[in-house]
């Protein structure tokens, strides 16, 4: 089992920054794709970005790059994700998520696990 634990979530105006961060302990054997999902209030969840193992290889979902950077800690178990020129629409839920494929990392039915979520808002 791998357990992933989010902080850093809040609120903020738009046009701010945010940084999440997320912990993973367990049976990570040092050798888990990490990343970040979030869901709006009635949506789906949705990919936000990936980094892989070595954080050499990163995929971000249109509708954030250029404004999010995911990043890996020299541990290897922990992830951040920097969000830049937040917008009123990445207001969401943000899951921390793990898999041991980076090539399944966008799709939330190949996620192996999932982290209770933190809340970011972005007002106006």
């Known amino acids: 089992q791998v357990q992933l634990v989010e902080s850093g979530g809040g609120l903020v105006q738009a046009g701010g920054s945010l940084r999440l961060s997320c912990a993973a302990s367990?049976?990570?054997?040092?050798?888990?794709?990490m990343g970040w999902f979030r869901q709006a209030p009635g949506k789906e969840r949705d990919f936000v970005s990936g980094i892989s193992v070595s954080g050499v290889n990163t995929v971000y979902a249109d509708s954030v790059k250029g404004r999010f950077t995911i990043s890996r800690g020299s541990d290897k178990n922990t992830v951040y994700l920097q969000m830049n020129s937040l917008k009123p629409e990445d207001t969401a839920v943000y899951y921390c998520?793990?898999?041991?494929?980076?090539?399944?990392?966008?799709?939330?039915?190949?996620?192996?696990?999932w982290g209770q979520g933190t809340q970011v808002t972005v007002s106006s």
């Open positions: 998520v793990a898999v041991f494929s980076f090539g399944s990392i966008r799709q939330a039915t190949n996620i192996d696990y």
């Open positions: 367990g049976r990570t054997f040092g050798s888990i794709t």
